[in-house]
Structure formats: C-alpha cells, structure tokens
C-alpha cells in the first residue's frame, strides 16, 4: 500500500512537471476585441521573452499572453521599445527583413512536418505563411506565402514605452489550410509552436518566449517548439 501511494505521488510530480513546462492557452468567457489595447486581457502575461539561442536577457522587454475561445485563438504582446523601426505595409510583406515586429508559429502535431507562422509589426501590418518541413529538422523547408488565413485579425498600437500587438486567429480559417492538418481545439488539446520578436534599431535581436539549444536555423527549429497546452 506504501508502495502504491509512493508510485501515484511520483505520477502526480511528473504530470505536474510537464504541464509547467507547457505554454498555457487560457479560455475566455467573452471575445476578445481586436484593438491593440490590452485593457481587456485577463489571462496571465508569460515571462519576459530572452535571446532565443542564448537565453541572454533581452535589452527590451517583451511578454505575450495567450487565450481561447470557440472560434479564435488570441496573443497580445507588450514590446518595451525606445525606437520603433517600421511603417505600414502591404499584406504579406516581408516584414521579418525590415520591420520591428513580433510572430508566432503553431502546429497542430507533436511530430512538426508543417506550421503556420504569423507576423505582426508596430503599425498592423501582417503576413500569414504556411512552412512546409522538407527535411525533418526542416533545415531545409518551403514558405508557401499563397495561402490566406480568412477572418484574421491584427492590431498594433503604439505606447509610450514601446507598443503593443493583438491577433485573433479563427480556428475555422486554420481547418480549411491544405497540409495545415487543423482541427478545432478543446480542453486539453496540445499544439506546438513559440513566440518571438525581432527588435531592430541600434541593437538588433532575436527573442523567443520560449529558448532554443541549438543554434542553427534561427527561429525554425520545430523540434524545439514549446507545448501549447489549452485550459479551461
């Protein structure tokens, strides 16, 4: 019986253990309205985001905040910023070459073959790509820009301190992705995926919420990806 109890407590630890190194997707009661003010967020603000093959504290601050519902997946992000490099661009622009912004990449699968990378800069502007894994780190992979997740939504507002981003994903928009391999989540659906932002101006860097060990591909290392855990 001793045993028993010693082997259940163990089980506990280990399923507590794993569910504090997942990202946590909140579920909200109400929509979340698309505006770039974050006055309407109740779910948690993650950790500060750090050099993302480093760990190295960033010399601008950033955290993100995820949430749920029926229809959407939410992220809002607070960028600390004392120079704000960009402008207002056409969709689907390579934002990621020029422009202060923040992404997010998610996978529907444990075993990442295809991910969806979004990003947004300081002025709401946005891109949407589905990345295809050709080879199995995806060192080698395919951006297929061509695709357009319908209904999504995006909006920057620039702060005093720096400025901050809202996205509204709907998850029926993410099911009709050809190789995207999306269903609709529920309490205690796992995905795959990160945070980031790229910060220009006279300190570039590249921050992750989530770090990465190896150096090599940049941002695009899906086997590294963090477990999004959704909650109630």
Request: net charge neutral.
């Given at each position: 019986m001793k045993?028993?109890?010693?082997v259940?407590?163990?089980?506990v ?6 569910k504090?190194q997942?990202?946590?997707?909140h579920k909200t009661k109400?929509p979340?309205?698309i505006?770039g003010n ?5 779910s948690?603000f ?5 050099i993302?093959n ?5 010399k601008?601050s950033?955290?993100?905040s995820?949430?749920?519902?029926k ?6 992000y ?9 402008k207002?661009?056409?969709?689907d622009s ?7 912004l923040v992404?997010i990449?998610?996978?529907p699968i444990?075993e990442?073959?295809?991910y969806?990378e979004i990003g947004?800069?300081a002025?709401?502007s ?6 295809q ?10 951006s297929?820009?061509s ?6 939504q995006?909006a920057?507002?620039?702060t005093d301190s720096g400025?901050?981003?809202e ?5 029926s928009?993410?099911n009709?992705?050809?190789?995207g391999?999306f269903k ?6 796992t995905w795959?995926?990160n945070?980031?932002?790229i910060?220009?101006?006279q300190n570039?860097?590249y921050?992750?919420?989530k770090?990465?060990q ?5 941002f695009h ?5 963090a ?6």
């Open positions: 045993f028993n109890s010693i259940f407590f163990l089980l630890c280990t399923v507590q253990q794993i504090s997942a990202l946590l997707i109400q979340i309205i505006d974050l006055s309407d967020w109740h948690p993650s950790k500060e985001f750090v993302h480093s760990g190295d504290k960033a601008q950033t955290v993100a995820l949430s749920w519902d229809n959407f997946l939410y992220i809002a607070k960028c600390m910023d004392s120079e704000i490099i960009g207002a661009r056409k969709q390579h934002l990621f070459e020029t422009d202060d992404e990449f998610i996978s444990a990442v073959k295809s969806i947004v800069n002025f709401s946005n891109y949407d790509v589905l990345i894994c050709i080879r199995s780190d995806c060192a080698k992979r395919k297929n820009l695709i357009s997740i319908k209904g999504l995006t920057s507002k620039i400025y901050s981003v996205i509204a994903i709907p998850f928009s993410l009709e992705i050809t190789n391999d609709t989540p529920k309490i205690g659906t795959k995926g945070l980031f932002r910060d220009y101006g570039k860097e921050q992750s919420l770090q990465y190896s150096k090599k591909h940049g290392q899906p086997a590294e990806f477990e999004l855990q959704f909650v109630k």
